[in-house]
């Protein structure tokens, strides 16, 4: 019996990987995994943003397949450079989108040590990510769904007078990028001239597609400066490394017109360390060494 599998991923992306064929149904059944995971440009003031999901569908031309109708909590936070598997099932036909029917959100702010907690506007209710091309289950398929927060969520004016202002409005307007066919893990760490981990720095890996994350502080799982990209396709990738005191201060001096583009214009300024990679299979223990 073929499978299929969808991961729903969140690092501040949600990432779907998976393997998108178009094709004629065969009528056979394909088993697809669901992940979440989340890859975005960090915003060092938010500490959590917790989204419900009540139900996760899979929708054709006919009607819809239930992915999960489990209500769960997610924490993107929690999910940066990791993965979390929503769900697992068989299938068959064609597909042309996935669907997150969502409830309450919830994004909490660090601000001079005190915690501010904020509703979060998700427009129409659903967040709803149309695959590039018709997926076809045909085999067993990893979907990756990537949330770009950096260019998802929104606030009411220019950060931080804006929450100044009574009830702040706080929007999520969702941007989610999607990967497919063999993907791969990379692992490393940000380190300075003297060796010692660096967090909170931005990374940005580029080849024909742009995936961001950001480098750790010293907690659970992850030591200081370590780093994961979960579920990269093939390629040749350049990787841009930005501290916090540079990418903080490129957002602080950006009028309000470019922030739609933040990615480009950190892309046009000098990083503070990069390197290039091929990834044909997972990487570990990358070490870029950041000025």
Same mark, same amino acid.
């Given at each position: 019996m073929k499978k299929s599998i969808l991961i729903l991923s969140s690092v501040l992306l949600i990432i779907l990987t998976g393997c998108f064929k178009p094709g004629i149904f065969t009528g056979e059944l394909s088993r697809v995994d669901f992940y979440i995971t989340d890859g975005v440009v960090p915003i060092s003031s938010v500490t959590s943003l917790e989204v419900e999901i009540n139900r996760v569908l899979l929708m054709s031309d006919e009607g819809s397949l239930v992915v999960s109708d489990e209500p769960l909590c997610v924490d993107l936070m929690d999910l940066i450079g990791d993965v979390y598997k929503i769900s697992s099932i068989e299938a068959s036909?064609?597909?042309?989108?996935?669907?997150?029917?969502?409830?309450?959100?919830?994004?909490?702010?660090?601000?001079?040590?005190?915690?501010?907690?904020?509703?979060?506007?998700?427009?129409?209710? #659903?967040?709803?990510?149309?695959?590039?091309?018709?997926?076809?289950?045909?085999?067993?398929?990893?979907?990756?769904?990537?949330?770009?927060?950096?260019? #998802?969520?929104?606030?009411?004016?220019?950060?931080?007078d804006a929450l100044e202002k009574p009830n702040p409005m706080i929007i999520m307007r969702p941007v989610v990028h999607e990967r497919h066919g063999l993907l791969y893990d990379v692992q490393g760490f940000v380190r300075d001239a003297t060796g010692n981990g660096v967090p909170k720095a931005l990374l940005v890996m580029k080849d024909d597609e742009t995936i961001t994350t950001f480098s750790h502080d010293e907690h659970g799982i992850w030591e200081r400066g370590e780093f994961r990209f979960p579920k990269v396709k093939e390629g040749h990738y350049t990787v841009y490394v930005y501290r916090k005191e540079t990418y903080e201060s490129i957002i602080e001096n950006l009028s309000e017109e470019f922030l739609d583009d933040l990615l480009d214009v950190l892309l046009e300024t000098e990083p503070d360390g990069s390197t290039t990679i091929d990834v044909i299979t997972d990487i570990d223990n990358l070490v870029i060494t950041v000025k």
């Open positions: 036909g064609t597909y042309t989108q996935l669907r997150f029917e969502v409830g309450d959100a919830t994004v909490t702010f660090n601000l001079d040590g005190e915690n501010l907690d904020l509703p979060v506007a998700i427009v129409s209710g #659903s967040i709803k990510c149309p695959f590039r091309e018709p997926l076809t289950l045909e085999e067993d398929t990893e979907i990756v769904l990537d949330f770009d927060l950096s260019r #998802s969520l929104k606030i009411d004016g220019r950060w931080p």
